[in-house]
């Protein structure tokens, strides 16, 4: 089963089980009796710290390939690894969707993670 992603405040292309907000920071403006209209859980750990996401701010997003090696090192260093493995196996249970709030998905960190969370592993 595919690992489906979404724009937070947009509905997944496909229904889905659970709807994971991999964001640093919860949605501003949002009341928290809001929040399951769109995402069902919020999951910071999975994140990119607010140190990478400030660097690659600072690169103009030019430098995708460098962000993408940073992210995976973050988290293989925490838990990233082990939860990225359990979201594996739920995934072949349970459709879910990986969310964050960056417009342009291809450089946007929820694309790396779908793909992590499908194949069980960073890189």
Known sequence: MAVMTFRFGQ??????????LATRFLPRGVAKVEW???FDVW???LAPSAELLRWY???QRSDWKRFTQRYAAELKR???????AL?????????????????D?????????????EQGRVL
């Open 11 to 20: 509905a997944p292309p496909a229904p889905v089980a659970i709807r994971i």
């Open 87 to 103: 979201l594996h196996v739920i995934s072949r249970q349970l459709p879910i969707a990986v969310g964050c709030y960056c417009q």
């Open 78 to 84: 925490g838990d990233g690894k082990h939860l990225l």
């Open 36 to 38: 399951p209209r769109f």
């Open 43 to 45: 999951f910071p750990p």
């Open 105 to 117: 998905e291809s450089t946007c960190h929820r694309t790396l993670l779908a793909r992590w969370v």
């Open 57 to 59: 701010r600072g690169q």
